[in-house]
């Protein structure tokens, strides 16, 4: 009898080791943080660029392996716990999405929350600017022109400067020739310019994003543009 257990046991002993062995050599690496077993998590990350104010769907959105304690701060984990939420700036293609940079569920107001407290959001339809239309993205920032018709000439007023651009509006409007650009200005100036939007011809101009400088409104007509050229080709008086 004692025979017959003695293969037993010695089989029982080298299964115990080569048990023992796998144990410790997966989980003291863990430990002490070497070795190269890395724990791996998931966070989401945004597939493909995104403007801010955009509610996020389950299509713009990924999960995407990351090494452990290299997420960032706040970096949300599921894409169910960002669907539906509203981006709150603008996130390039594979950006880990924190929960800084999106509204919280259960707030109200959703996309409007991108506005700041004392501003607005204002929606123009600028004429004849295709070519800065397709340039601008949020963030952007323009000059504003109003431009008018009347028996005594045209008139252009430069009414606003350094707006910043919300949203550039969507690929079928400006592909129809009728651009939609959302803009954000104070109260005050949301109402100029709705009033120009509906009687006036809107145009917008680009600025560098780092330019600041502001010179007030300017007025001109299509007479002084002739006036000026005048004035800069007049002969100069002889000398007595």
Avoid: C, W
Avoid at 66 to 86: D, M, N, Q, S
Avoid at 89 to 118: K, N, W
Avoid at 125 to 133: E, L, R
Avoid at 195 to 205: M, Q, T, Y
Wanted: proline share 5%.
């Amino acid at each position: 009898m004692k025979r017959n257990l003695a293969p037993l046991l010695g089989v029982a002993f080298v299964a115990a080791l080569i048990a023992t062995g796998f144990f410790y050599g997966l989980l003291i690496p863990r430990l002490r943080g070497g070795g190269e077993s890395v724990d791996q998590s998931r966070v989401v990350v945004v597939a493909r660029e995104a403007d801010r104010g955009v509610r996020l769907t389950a299509q713009n959105l990924e999960l995407a392996p990351v090494a452990a304690g290299k997420a960032p701060e706040g970096a949300i984990r599921t894409v169910e716990e960002a669907v539906g939420l509203t981006l709150l700036e603008r996130a390039s293609a594979r950006q880990v999405l924190t929960s800084a940079m999106v509204t919280s569920h259960g707030l109200a107001g959703g996309t409007a929350r991108v506005i700041p407290a004392g501003m607005r959001a204002v929606t123009v339809h600028p004429k004849d600017s295709t070519g800065v239309v397709a340039m601008l993205q949020s963030g952007s920032r323009v000059d504003i022109q109003v431009l008018s018709a009347s028996t005594a000439g045209a008139r252009l007023v430069r009414v606003l400067e350094n707006v910043e651009v919300l949203n550039a509006g969507s690929q079928d409007a400006f592909r129809s020739g009728r651009p939609v650009v959302t803009l954000m200005v104070s109260p005050r100036d949301a109402d100029r310019l709705s009033l120009a939007d509906a009687s006036l011809n809107i145009r917008l101009v680009l600025r560098n994003p780092e330019d600041a400088a502001t010179d007030g409104p300017v007025s001109i007509t299509a007479n002084s543009l002739y006036e000026n050229r005048a004035a800069a080709t007049a002969p100069r008086p002889a000398n007595d």
